[in-house]
């Protein structure tokens, strides 16, 4: 079998299995009438209701919508400080190992703090608005940018920067020309996994601080025991990860094919 024929028959193995927990659990739920648990139907009715087209209220999915597209646009705000503010210290540090190992404890120190842990400084800095949540996502995001980029440049043959030196490139020149194209396989890895993070670390900084979005609309079906509205909330942000990882591998791919060509050579 070729590797497009092994693909297939993974893919579909996967939703067979993703076929027999869901009816695994509608059975558990409705045999055992778990009040936090609902079955997965009602999962779907409540998803059909609020998160879908309706023609009994035709309202609510519009709302819905709004709600992701707030999230959405926050989350990939904030990733795309973090990929800026990430690539270029990432590339510094790379670049100037002195100045990375006298950096390297305060790093360590400040990403071993959660993102949520600063939400509640943001708020009181910041107040509730789209700045705060711009901040905790960028803090959140920066690290696994900064630290692939940092890898990435130190890894980068040191015969490319001289002849870009002795082709009198000047700084900027070579970070664009030489260093981001090198290190763009690892720095591609630290921004695909950072757009997951922003997506997650931008609901919760929605539902700590009642700030509308995903987050907001989940903490309001939590608060009114809206049980099956919660967990459809809940799949709609997991769907809204998935979305956008797949779309970044589209651009992934597109971006480094170059990479992948001169690879297999």
């Given at each position: 079998?070729n590797?497009?024929t092994?693909?297939s028959?993974?893919?579909?193995?996967?939703?067979v299995?993703l076929i027999?927990?869901l009816l695994?659990?509608?059975?558990?739920?409705?045999?055992?009438?778990i009040?936090?648990?609902?079955?997965?139907?009602?999962i779907g009715?409540a998803?059909?209701k609020?998160w879908?087209?309706s023609?009994?209220?035709?309202s609510?999915?519009?709302?819905?919508?709004?709600a992701?597209?707030?999230?959405?646009?926050?989350a990939m705000?904030g990733?795309?400080?973090?990929?800026?503010v990430?690539?270029?210290?990432g590339?510094?540090l790379?670049r100037?190992?002195?100045?990375?190992d006298?950096?390297?404890?305060?790093?360590?120190?400040v990403?071993?703090?959660?993102?949520?842990?600063v939400?509640p400084?943001?708020?009181?800095?910041?107040?509730?608005?789209?700045?705060m949540?711009?901040i905790?996502v960028?803090?959140?995001c920066?690290?696994?940018v900064?630290?692939?980029?940092?890898q990435?440049?130190?890894a980068?043959?040191?015969v490319?920067l001289?002849?870009a030196?002795?082709?009198r490139?000047?700084?900027?020149a070579?970070f664009v020309?030489?260093?981001?194209?090198?290190a763009s396989?690892?720095?591609?890895?630290?921004?695909?996994?950072?757009?997951?993070?922003?997506?997650?670390?931008?609901?919760?900084?929605e539902?700590f601080a009642?700030?509308?979005g995903?987050?907001g609309?989940?903490?309001?079906?939590?608060a009114?025991?809206?049980?099956?509205?919660?967990w459809a909330?809940?799949?709609?942000?997991?769907?809204?990860?998935?979305?956008?990882?797949?779309?970044?591998?589209l651009?992934e791919?597109?971006s480094?094919?170059w990479h992948?060509?001169r690879r297999?050579?």
């Amino acid at each position: 079998m070729n590797a497009r024929t092994v693909r297939s028959l993974s893919y579909a193995a996967a939703v067979v299995v993703l076929i027999a927990l869901l009816l695994l659990w509608q059975w558990y739920a409705v045999t055992n009438r778990i009040f936090f648990l609902p079955a997965p139907s009602a999962i779907g009715e409540a998803l059909w209701k609020q998160w879908l087209p309706s023609a009994a209220d035709g309202s609510r999915w519009l709302t819905g919508l709004a709600a992701i597209g707030q999230t959405f646009a926050s989350a990939m705000a904030g990733w795309g400080i973090a990929g800026v503010v990430g690539i270029v210290a990432g590339a510094i540090l790379g670049r100037w190992r002195t100045l990375a190992d006298l950096a390297d404890i305060p790093l360590l120190l400040v990403r071993s703090v959660p993102a949520v842990a600063v939400i509640p400084i943001c708020i009181v800095i910041f107040g509730l608005g789209l700045e705060m949540k711009l901040i905790v996502v960028s803090f959140g995001c920066i690290w696994p940018v900064l630290l692939n980029t940092v890898q990435g440049v130190g890894a980068i043959n040191p015969v490319q920067l001289d002849v870009a030196r002795l082709s009198r490139l000047g700084l900027v020149a070579r970070f664009v020309r030489v260093m981001v194209p090198a290190a763009s396989p690892k720095i591609f890895a630290g921004l695909r996994v950072s757009m997951s993070m922003a997506i997650v670390v931008t609901v919760g900084a929605e539902m700590f601080a009642g700030a509308g979005g995903l987050g907001g609309m989940v903490l309001n079906a939590s608060a009114t025991y809206d049980l099956p509205g919660l967990w459809a909330g809940l799949l709609i942000v997991a769907l809204c990860g998935l979305a956008a990882n797949y779309l970044f591998l589209l651009v992934e791919r597109a971006s480094l094919h170059w990479h992948t060509r001169r690879r297999t050579q």
